[in-house]
């Protein structure tokens, strides 16, 4: 089965910490981007950061929100994407989701985890 499968989420104090991992399943993220996503309810999704491949550096990408605090990083090794959260604050509070997209011949091939709660709570 084709699948992303998110873990690491859960209760953290304000000033903490947490890594949000996300395992690629029945295929190879290796020329896929990955993109992290939060989306509370009644909002919209907010995309949170993205890794990609471009001229063949290392891309990333963050929301000004989670700039300096968020770290999105890759090890295709494992086949498994991170998103590293410090200095987590209660607005970061809600359900974080990873995507992973690449294109073949035209062809869009995308993936979506099936979300993990993050909540920032003293």
């Known amino acids: 089965q084709l699948q992303l499968v998110e873990s690491g989420g859960g209760l953290v104090q304000p000033g903490g910490s947490l890594r949000l991992s996300c395992a690629a399943s029945?295929?190879?993220?290796?020329?896929?981007?990955i993109g992290w996503f939060r989306q509370a309810p009644g909002k919209e999704r907010e995309g949170v950061s993205c890794?990609?491949?471009?001229?063949?550096?290392?891309?990333?990408n963050y929301a000004d929100s989670v700039r300096g605090r968020f770290t999105i990083s890759r090890d295709n090794a494992k086949n498994t994407g991170y998103l590293q959260m410090n200095s987590l604050k209660p607005d970061d509070t809600t359900v974080y989701y990873c995507?992973?997209?690449?294109?073949?011949?035209?062809?869009?091939?995308?993936?979506w985890g099936q979300g993990t709660q993050v909540t920032v709570s003293s």
């Open positions: 890794i990609r491949k471009g001229s063949g550096l290392t891309i990333t």
């Open positions: 029945g295929f190879s993220l290796d020329y896929y981007a």
């Open positions: 995507y992973a997209v690449t294109y073949r011949l035209g062809i869009k091939y995308d993936y």
